[in-house]
Structures are given as C-alpha cells and as structure tokens.
C-alpha cells in the first residue's frame, strides 16, 4: 500500500508528534470465561465485516471546487443566501472556498478522531478485564487503523487540503486518553465521540451525493461505527445500571455533561472561516444562531441520547443540563443495540434538499 501525500497534514505547535502520560492498570484474564454472548456475536460480525481500504476506487476524481462551481452556477449561490442568511452574501470565488474548506475541517477532524479512537480501543484492550471484550476491541483497533488510513489518503492524495485538530475535540481526546478507569475510555470514546461521528457522516453522505468515493467510504466507516458504537452500549449497560455506586455515577454524569458542552464548542469552526478570510467576529455568532448549523449540532447527539437513556445516564442532572441544550428531543429514539443507523433530522433533510431541488430546477 503506498499513496502520495500532495498535501500533508499542517503541523501544530506542538510538534508532528506529542507525548501524553497514562498512568493504568493492564489486566491479563487467566480465566477466559467467555460468558458475554452478545459481545461474541459482535466479534464474530467484527471478523466477517472487515474490509480492504486497497480495494477503494481511488483513481476516482475528486473535484469538490468543480462540484461546487456547478452547484453555484445552477444557482445554489442565491438558495445558500436565502435558506442560510448568512452575515453578508457571499462572492461566487468565496463560496466555494467556503464549502471546500467545511468539507477539508469535517473530514480532517474525522481523521484525528479516528487516530483518538485507535489509541482510546488499544488501551480498552489492555484495561478492560473481560476476554471477550478484549476481542473485540481489538477487532475495533484493526478497524480504526483502517480509517485514518482511508480518511488520511483521501485527504492528502484526493483532496489536497486538510486542517489540524481542533482545539476542543484535542482535549475531548487527552481527557479520554489520560483516564486510568476504563470504562470512562468506553464512555467519552465508544458513546461520545463515535455517537457524535456516526451522525456527522451521515451529514457528509447527504452533502456529497455525486461523490461516488466519499460515498462509499462513509458508508464502509459507518458500518463499522455502528458496532463500535453498540460494542460500547453492550459493555457498559450492566456496570452502570446494576454496579456503581452513588458517587461513581456521579463522576459519569459529570464527564458526560463536560463532553457534550466541549462537542458543542467544537462545531463552531473558527478555524474555517478564518482560512476563508471571513470575519470570524462575525461568522461565529451566525454559526450559533443559524438554524441549518444548530439543525446539525443537534443532529450529532440523536444517537448520543437514546443510548445515555440506556445506560441509565440520562439521569436528573444529565436531564437538566440537555435540557436547556435542546437535546431530549432525542430522547425516545431507539439506541444502538435496537437500531444500529443513524436518520439526519427531517429539518436538515429539508434545508439540504431545497438547495438541491433549488440547482436542478433551475
Ligand atoms: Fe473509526
Ligand atoms: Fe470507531
């Protein structure tokens, strides 16, 4: 396996490569009892869904200007302004600057996640004490690796622009890493992060309909995520239902609520409007206000909720902090083990499907 990196990663300040000191416990299981079913089962549709990143039509062309030049020219440019009211209207050059630049930051986030959830599953496979769930998350390194490489190559060979970590999921990351209790790796990593990315590919794969390669990534990632996903809601279930103290509970609820508020920071993308040479005194507050960017924050938590509520997490005080996020609304969906997709929001569906309908019909 061997790609070109026309465009490598920005390097942050901190240097291309960063030292984060972990302090746990490693456990060797003498027994192998094997007594978790659900999680074998899992390990055994882990095994059969693994795939080739080699195998990828990378020869596609991947254009994203030129998609957005057209989209521009069919007049999306005039729908954008109207449905998304942004601070002031947009020259043709800039929006497709704009757009590229969005696309460049969602997929350069997804790659560092992804190199966070392969250091997060590593260490659950050395922290966690039952066999099978050992198994699986090494399954789920196997996978995670494939990701940054896919993501990576894409970036780098195809897209030929990327941005660094964001500051916010960075430190989402260094708190999941840096914990020694393994069940905080599963709960900030297997529910918060890979819930909240579930939900951003699916915007990417509503975005990007004519890109037959972003398309066939997101929908291989998205497969895998879902077990990920539902690997973290199986393991925990029993211990935080049935097993933690009071105060131990507390700890999680804490967690919980500190991560939802670091993910909402996140999405703000300063980062883009300023390679886009916008005002970022004046794109942020829009980015807060707007509907079609708070449709999407919120879209990121509709398979967070359902599966805190499974964990028993959805308790008083997570309850009232979501509240006034606006995130219960989620609340009754169903979780991962029911469900394993994820469904965009009716109003994000809307938005998107009136730009669209908007070009075609012109
Ligand atoms: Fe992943
Ligand atoms: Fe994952």
Redesign the pocket.
């Known amino acids: 396996m061997n790609y070109i990196q026309h465009n490598p990663l920005p390097i942050p300040d901190v240097g291309p490569s960063e030292r984060v000191p972990v302090s746990m416990d490693t456990i060797f299981d003498w027994e192998y009892a094997l007594r978790r079913q659900n999680l074998l089962a899992l390990y055994e549709k882990g095994k059969a869904s693994s795939w080739n990143a080699s195998d990828l039509a990378w020869e596609t062309e991947v254009d994203f200007a030129k998609k957005t030049r057209d989209m521009l020219g069919a007049g999306a440019g005039e729908i954008f302004n109207q449905l998304l009211n942004p601070p002031h209207k947009l020259e043709p050059e800039v929006s497709v600057e704009l757009n590229l630049n969005i696309t460049a930051w969602m997929l350069s986030q ?1 790659l560092h ?2 190199q966070g ?2 250091l997060a599953t590593a260490k659950i496979v050395q922290g966690v004490p039952w066999e099978e769930a050992k198994w699986y998350a090494a399954n ?1 390194v196997a ?2 690796a ?3 490489e896919v993501y990576h190559r894409y970036l780098t060979e195809k897209l030929g622009r990327s941005f660094g970590v964001n500051r916010h999921l960075r430190t989402l990351l260094d708190q999941i890493i840096c914990d020694s209790r393994w069940d905080m790796t599963y709960l900030g990593m297997q529910i918060i992060v ?1 819930g909240l ?1 579930l939900a951003a590919f699916s915007l990417i794969k509503l975005q990007w309909p004519d890109e037959p390669l972003i398309q066939d990534i997101t929908a291989r ?1 998205m497969g ?2 879902a077990r ?1 996903v539902a690997f973290g809601v199986l393991s925990l279930e029993h211990l935080y239902t049935k097993e933690l103290s009071g105060a131990e509970l507390k700890e999680r609820e804490d967690f919980v609520i500190e991560a939802t508020h670091l993910m909402r920071e996140r999405l703000l993308m300063e980062d883009v409007y300023e390679r886009t040479g916008l005002d970022v005194k004046v794109w942020l507050p829009w980015s807060i206000q707007t509907p079609y960017m708070r449709g999407f924050r919120q879209m990121l938590f509709s398979k967070i909720v359902p599966n805190l509520k499974r964990l028993g997490l959805l308790t008083p005080r997570v309850r009232a902090a979501y509240q006034k996020l606006d995130l219960l609304r989620f609340e009754h969906l169903k979780d991962s083990s029911e469900e394993p997709e994820v469904m965009a929001p009716a109003e994000l569906i809307e938005v998107l499907s009136q730009i669209r309908q908007g070009t075609s019909a012109s």
Request: proline share 0%; glycine share 6%; aromatic share 6%.
């Open positions: 997804f996640g992804e959830a392969l789920q996978d995670e494939r990701h940054v890979e990315a990632i895998d995520e990920h």
